[in-house]
Each structure stands twice: as structure tokens, then as C-alpha cells.
């Protein structure tokens, strides 16, 4: 029993295929389907070096044209889990101690902790607002106060 040359495409592109499982980005994916479109010109009988020739062109294509519309929906970039002081924008607390914008003092507590705490705006803030934060500076979160 003898192995066609278009038998051996089609392992190459399984065994590319099950590479691509374990590495990121479809470029084992790119040269695997690569190797299954040649397999079918190699089932007609096209000589080995246009067998190659459509392999580059094939793979070329699949890089530039493919690729990148599979990275776009596969792939999506985002900013991840924030993590320590960029996880504070966005959370809820409530005025501790009064926040003066003017002496640049206040206390807001969220999540449990104490954070030093001056407002967006020139306004103070009173003991029991609600207020969410908006940036951080140094050790001092910026916060507003929540519409009811």
C-alpha cells in the first residue's frame, strides 16, 4: 500500500490543524487549510511544484485576507480585569467624614476600606452621600455624589 502525495497534504493539515489547537493567533490553521486546498490539486495530478506554487499563494491569501477577519471576531482585545487602585473607578461608596474640597479633606469608604476622598466638582460632600468614583490621584480618590 502505497501513500499519495495528496493523502500526505491531508495529514499534514490535520496534524497542523491539531497544532493550531495549542498555539494562539491561526497561523498553524492558515498553513493547514493551505495543505487541504493543495491536496485537491494534487488529487488531479498538478505537478509538485505548482502543488508548492498554490501552497504560497494559497497561504498568502489566507494570511492577508482571512487571518485578520478571524483575529477581529476570535480574538477580541479587551482591557482585561482591572486590578488594585484601577479597579476602584466606577465603585460606590459613602462620605465618612466630610469631603471640603477646600481644606482638601474627606474620607469615603467602599468596599470596607477608608480612602482619602475630594470631589469632582467645588462642591463639599456631608456624611452619608452616596458617591461613585470617577478618577484617582495618587492615594486620593476624585469622587461625585450619586443622583438619588
Known amino acids: 500500500m502505497t501513500i499519495e502525495l495528496w493523502q500526505?497534504?491531508?495529514?499534514?493539515g490535520i496534524v497542523l490543524w491539531i497544532l493550531e489547537l495549542f498555539t494562539p493567533g491561526f497561523v498553524m490553521?492558515?498553513?493547514?487549510?493551505?495543505?487541504f486546498l493543495v491536496a485537491?490539486?494534487?488529487?488531479?495530478?498538478l505537478s509538485f511544484s505548482l502543488q508548492l506554487f498554490f501552497f504560497a499563494i494559497a497561504t498568502l491569501f489566507l494570511f492577508v485576507l482571512i487571518r485578520p477577519l478571524l483575529l477581529k471576531y476570535f480574538?477580541?482585545?479587551d482591557e482585561g480585569a482591572k486590578t488594585n487602585v484601577e479597579a476602584?473607578?466606577?465603585k460606590e461608596g459613602i462620605v465618612t467624614a466630610i469631603v471640603d474640597p477646600i481644606a482638601g479633606v474627606?474620607?469615603?469608604?467602599i468596599r470596607g476600606e477608608i480612602w482619602r476622598a475630594l470631589p469632582v466638582s467645588g462642591e463639599s460632600l456631608e456624611i452619608g452621600n452616596k458617591v461613585i468614583v470617577r478618577a484617582i490621584e495618587g492615594i486620593?480618590?476624585?469622587?461625585?455624589k450619586m443622583n438619588k
Open 40 to 45: 485537491l490539486l494534487a488529487y488531479l495530478n
Open 88 to 90: 476602584m473607578i466606577g
Open 75 to 77: 480574538y477580541r482585545k
Open 8 to 12: 500526505v497534504w491531508i495529514i499534514a
Open 29 to 35: 490553521g492558515i498553513f493547514g487549510t493551505s495543505c
Open 140 to 144: 486620593t480618590l476624585i469622587v461625585e
Open 106 to 109: 474627606g474620607e469615603v469608604k
